[in-house]
């Protein structure tokens, strides 16, 4: 498997395990403190606020342009607004009742749960269904967060999981109550939230790998636009409701300064880390020019004994093309020599046979 789908895979089980913490909370103390959920829901809307525009949709714009990178961002708007209308919306507040303050309340709705639990557990699984549906296109916002770098995924991943806790608590409070079974409750919030992973495992093989920077990028802007739509039209009305308009509004700045905080001291390590790359790079780039040097000095030096060797054979040819020549020379005076010896000795017969014949005459 890629490194790349691991790591989005990691971050995805991350914030999908987190619907089991918001079960935990249901296990553990039956009737969870909705004050405290509606600030969590703020400080996670701040999250996601400062992701879609401040790093999301703004990348995109800078890479391929203000009109391409707007078009891609509102086509995430589009896109989710229409998935939601088919998604039932996950509750909390009218199975523990309206604000969880009074404890007559919630004693009598767990009366009237007992009465009717076939519908409650009904309710709880619809809303398990739903919250599925929910995940699989936030765990494909997290794998192309991973595809954009470690930081975008984590950040994605962080705020997502502080939106799950509630939907776990909205998921395993009617089942609880519809059981009076833990496991059931924590188990089926569980699996609402592997719908996360599943989305970066279909995505994951789905995906091309080498895809157009360009259409990345626009991905990207798509998935702040995803997560715009998911914090107005979800996030925040829940943290109202919870916590009141002051706290949540206080709550979204304070994850919105949070998350431009921790974005400074990352971009700022990033740079550091970026220097020392850079002078690694620079030191490696030395080596290889002196590794280079040696190269070619050892190039030129077997090139010098090459020409020394080519000049040696060809004053050793030439010394064999004299001493060549000088032995036929030396054959050739020779052969001469033996000429003129053989022609004397003609001579010389030619007048002893001369001298023969005068004396015959005589």
Same mark, same amino acid.
């Given at each position: 498997?890629?490194?790349?789908?691991?790591?989005?895979?990691?971050?995805?089980?991350?914030?999908?395990?987190? @619907?089991?913490?918001?079960?935990?909370?249901?296990?553990?103390?039956? /009737?969870?403190?909705?004050?405290?959920?509606?600030?969590?829901?703020?400080?996670?809307?701040?999250?996601?606020?400062?992701?879609?525009?401040? $790093?999301?949709?703004?990348?995109? %714009?800078? =890479? %391929?342009?203000?009109?391409? +990178?707007?078009?891609?961002?509102?086509?995430?708007? %589009?896109?989710?607004?229409?998935?939601?209308?088919?998604?039932?919306?996950?509750?909390? /507040?009218?199975?523990?009742?309206?604000?969880?303050?009074?404890?007559?309340?919630?004693?009598?709705?767990? &009366?009237?749960?007992?009465?009717?639990?076939?519908?409650?557990?009904?309710?709880?699984? #619809?809303?398990?269904?739903?919250?599925?549906?929910?995940?699989?296109?936030?765990?494909?916002?997290?794998?192309?967060?991973?595809?954009?770098?470690?930081?975008?995924?984590?950040?994605?991943?962080?705020?997502?999981?502080?939106?799950?806790?509630?939907?776990?608590?909205?998921? !395993?409070?009617?089942?609880?109550?519809? /059981?009076?079974?833990?496991?059931?409750?924590?188990?089926?919030? /569980?699996?609402?939230?592997?719908?996360?992973?599943?989305? *970066? #495992? #279909?995505? +994951?093989?789905?995906?091309?790998? =080498?895809?157009?920077?360009? %259409?990345?990028?626009?991905?990207?802007? !798509?998935?702040?636009?995803?997560?715009?739509?998911?914090?107005?039209?979800?996030?925040?009305?829940?943290?109202?409701?919870? !916590?009141?308009?002051?706290?949540?509004?206080?709550? *979204?700045?304070?994850?919105?300064?949070?998350?431009?905080?921790? &974005?400074?001291?990352?971009?700022?390590?990033? @740079?550091?880390?970026?220097?020392?790359?850079?002078?690694?790079?620079?030191?490696?780039?030395?080596?290889?020019?002196?590794?280079?040097?040696? $190269?070619?000095?050892?190039?030129?030096?077997?090139?010098? &004994?090459?020409?020394?060797?080519?000049?040696?054979?060809?004053?050793? =040819?030439?010394?064999?093309?004299?001493?060549?020549?000088?032995?036929?020379?030396?054959?050739?005076?020779?052969?001469?020599?033996?000429?003129?010896?053989?022609?004397?000795?003609?001579?010389?017969?030619?007048?002893?046979?001369?001298?023969?014949?005068?004396?015959?005459?005589?």
């Amino acid at each position: 498997m890629d490194s790349q789908v691991l790591v989005a895979l990691g971050l995805s089980m991350l914030g999908g395990l987190s @619907t089991s913490l918001g079960a935990l909370f249901v296990v553990i103390s039956q /009737t969870p403190n909705l004050k405290m959920l509606g600030i969590l829901q703020g400080f996670a809307a701040g999250l996601m606020l400062s992701i879609s525009f401040f $790093d999301l949709a703004h990348n995109a %714009i800078n =890479s %391929i342009g203000f009109l391409k +990178g707007n078009l891609w961002f509102f086509a995430g708007v %589009i896109f989710f607004a229409l998935v939601s209308n088919f998604i039932p919306e996950p509750s909390i /507040t009218p199975i523990s009742g309206a604000k969880g303050k009074k404890k007559d309340g919630d004693d009598r709705n767990k &009366d009237i749960m007992k009465k009717h639990r076939r519908q409650v557990l009904f309710s709880g699984i #619809i809303t398990a269904v739903g919250i599925s549906l929910h995940n699989f296109p936030e765990g494909m916002a997290v794998f192309l967060g991973s595809m954009k770098g470690l930081r975008v995924g984590l950040n994605l991943a962080l705020a997502i999981a502080l939106h799950n806790i509630p939907e776990g608590i909205a998921v !395993a409070l009617p089942v609880y109550f519809a /059981t009076q079974s833990k496991w059931q409750a924590f188990k089926l919030a /569980t699996l609402s939230g592997l719908a996360e992973p599943l989305g *970066v #495992i #279909i995505v +994951g093989y789905l995906f091309p790998s =080498s895809l157009n920077p360009e %259409i990345l990028e626009g991905l990207l802007g !798509a998935v702040g636009g995803v997560m715009a739509f998911l914090t107005l039209h979800e996030m925040l009305p829940l943290a109202f409701d919870y !916590a009141g308009q002051k706290r949540a509004v206080k709550a *979204v700045f304070f994850g919105m300064a949070f998350m431009s905080a921790r &974005d400074g001291v990352e971009k700022k390590g990033g @740079t550091d880390e970026e220097e020392v790359l850079k002078e690694e790079d620079e030191n490696k780039n030395e080596k290889h020019d002196e590794i280079n040097g040696e $190269d070619e000095d050892d190039e030129e030096y077997k090139k010098g &004994d090459e020409e020394e060797g080519e000049e040696k054979d060809e004053k050793e =040819s030439e010394k064999e093309n004299e001493d060549e020549g000088e032995k036929k020379d030396e054959k050739k005076s020779e052969e001469g020599d033996e000429a003129e010896s053989e022609k004397d000795a003609e001579e010389e017969d030619e007048k002893d046979n001369d001298n023969v014949d005068g004396d015959v005459e005589v």
